[in-house]
């Protein structure tokens, strides 16, 4: 063992993990369909890179709204590891496809973001449903919109956001149908999970949050909801992606929906107890 | 001090809580309008004596029905007190008003059982809401039959417990309207209540429940359900209560609507977090 130093070898147990491994394959260039389902078990986070002089203000908004945007990792000015999300992590390589704003219009969405890459970004990485939605599952809960092998209906509310700098907005939220019953155990599951949107924040008539068609979501699909059950909304970590757009930084780069950042936390380190 | 036993101490010390001393006032004859209110923060319970022959089923009862049923304390058979409630607590003569019954028929209601004990004669005490929505008004909440100072409307459901010998019937529900988002508060309050009926077992629509009218209770008053609330339904202590009398037992005494049992347990000895 001689040499090995205690972080050298944390990095090499980190590099077994099938985290890890993801990150690799991602950074090789194979982008897959998308990270559903890749690596159970662990945490998946939405990325968002700003410049220094927009990140204080971001970084403020989602102290203020932890529902939507609670951040579960960042990187140093310029730096682009995050150690405490995987040893060996580059935000840079490691997502398998990612997309390039400037003033708030997508102009490339390329498989790493190496060339666009400056001293002066700051990533954020914020926590994702998938953590839950796995513990639902455990449950015996169904998810409806995997069932319907479609993405999460999201729906932009008449909730305002608190504001913070530039940044202010409507919550966006992700909605599943479940019989009563089953929301109450939901919503009991959910609560364990703080950091990663945590218990819902409405259910039932959708107009009471300024949705006015929920056959209509304003990403992902539209899903099935069966007369015997009510539509259940969580805050969704979509949020912090459409308050940044919509204030038309000069330059942003996000992950592409569905091809999130795989870390080597497990979501079970976010369930309180 | 000398000859004074740790337990004649406790039961000192005891005698001046509160709960101790408003069972000392109805002890002497003080029924006052309802227990509602005395004692804040000390548990309340509902009685329910049944002879011996019955009582082995009531207790299996209880035990395969332990949302409408949570059994917080019983006597030996014959036994009157129940010092795990309250070491100077004597069941027939601490509770303000009772109820005696023959073949299901109500033949009584006296302020003390002196004359109704017999040495078969065993005494349940069951949890009841009035913990929970302590801690639901602690963190803000308003219930409403509080508000409109009436009592809590409870509903027969098509839903049937578990039998366990003559005891079989449908689950018996209590009900608060609240908005959504306050309904979410008070699923994960009343979750850490899980010995005091704990998590609502349905919200929404009473048909799903088999309540035909929700202004029309079983037990207790209709309340008001404003257009942008929930109706979000509670397993209640009455279940066993009417259970028991709907199988007609030769011999049972219960409390009378209202006039409970107050034992020196606090509410936030219930609390699992």
Redesign the interface.
Known sequence: MGSLSARSFRSEAAAELPSAEARRKYRAGHAGVSTAGVAPGFVQGNLAILPEKLAGAFHRFCQLNPKPCPIIGMSEVGDPRIPALGLDLDIRTDLPKYRVWRNGELVEEPADIMSHWRSDLVAFVIGCSFSFEEALMADGLSIRHIDEDRNVPMYRTSVACEPAGPFAGPLVVSMRPFK??D??RA??IT?RFPAVHG???????PE?IGIADIGKPDYGDSVTIAP?E?PVFWACGVTPQSIILESRPDFAITHAPGFMLVTDLRNSEFSI?
Do not use: N, R, S
Request: charged share 10%.
């Open positions: 009563p019953a929301a109450i919503i009991q609560t218990a819902p924040v409405h259910f039932g008539k009471q015997d009510v107890q």
